[in-house]
């Protein structure tokens, strides 16, 4: 049998989900389904600039809120 990877439960824009351990938050983008310059990242209450994504790790409990542009006129 093998073993089931870690994972972590974090709460993305007021829901708890649940990822592998270890992501990135431009990987945590990436599984969303999102694209950075979309969207402002706010990682435990600090907005994270995007050249900062692929640093800022990802740990369980973490509070992170994503606010997507929305284009229009």
Known sequence: MT???PTITITVNGEPKTFPAGLTLA???ERLGLR??????????AIVRRAALGAA????????ELVHFVGGG
């Open 3 to 5: 073993a089931a990877a």
């Open 27 to 29: 990987d945590l983008l």
């Open 36 to 45: 950075p310059d979309a969207v402002v990242v706010e990682h435990n209450r």
């Open 57 to 64: 790790t990802v740990q369980a409990g973490d509070e992170v």
